[in-house]
């Protein structure tokens, strides 16, 4: 079936401007998950959305960054006011969800962020 | 805070060797351990997922375990070929998130 899938592949946005990203989940999961990977940083948590509970936000690193999910299904992250410290890849990645465990995440492409 | 750590950053190796990823981490009260591969410019694909209860998983010549009380895990690769070069990821799981590592860079050269 199909993966996780996310758009746009590449983004360039000025420095002030907002950007919009997109993530689609696997059908049927429950759980999705934003991270941000940045050269020298690796990957960090982000966000966290299950099922209809209060999303865990704990990861976002400035009141600039939100994220929405509608529908239990397609999720979008927001930059207000982008920097340059911006500039990272944005990955996205779904799972059956929490229980016990855990369950295995699975990624998709990834969203190239350049604040010029 | 959770850490994990991935040695070594970098490992070059002729196509055949068997070789053997390192992965430890700070708290072992995780729910799972989880290994990825990146290439370049993708995302991440799963290798293997190893649940806490769990020692070791299989999956064609890639092994992983996972050693909870020593926070170690290692991800054993046999016959190695070129196109296994890529960046393979160590992360655990303790609350929502994934912790990861920084990554080993495997090189392997025909």
């Known amino acids: 079936g199909a993966g996780v899938s996310q758009s746009p592949s590449n983004k360039v946005t000025e420095k002030g401007k907002d950007v919009e990203l997109r993530c689609d989940p696997i059908s049927g999961h429950t759980a999705l998950y934003w991270y941000r990977q940045s050269l020298g940083q690796g990957l960090e948590f982000l966000i966290y959305f299950q099922g209809n509970s209060a999303p865990d936000k704990s990861g976002l690193p400035s009141d600039r960054f939100s994220a929405e999910r509608t529908g239990g299904s397609v999720s979008t992250l927001t930059i207000q006011r982008t920097q340059q410290e911006d500039s990272a890849v944005y990955l996205c990645?779904?799972?059956?969800?929490?229980?016990?465990?855990?369950?295995?995440?699975?990624f998709g492409p990834g969203t190239r962020l350049t604040v010029t | 805070k959770q850490e994990v750590t991935q040695i070594p950053a970098a490992l070059s190796v002729p196509e055949g060797e068997n070789l053997v990823l390192n992965c430890s981490f700070t708290?072992?009260?995780?729910?799972?351990l989880q290994w990825f591969r990146q290439d370049p410019g993708k995302g991440l694909t799963s290798l293997l997922l190893i649940q806490s209860s769990q020692r070791e998983q299989t999956s064609g010549r890639l092994n992983a375990s996972l050693d909870k009380s020593s926070g170690r895990s290692t991800l054993y690769i046999a016959a190695s070929q070129p196109g296994d070069s890529a960046t393979y990821l160590c992360?655990?799981?303790?609350?929502?998130?994934?912790?990861f590592g920084k990554g080993t860079t495997l090189s392997v050269s025909s």
């Open positions: 708290d072992s009260a995780i729910y799972n």
């Open positions: 990645a779904s799972s059956l969800g929490i229980r016990g465990g855990g369950y295995e995440q699975y």
């Open positions: 992360a655990v799981q303790a609350g929502t998130a994934l912790i």
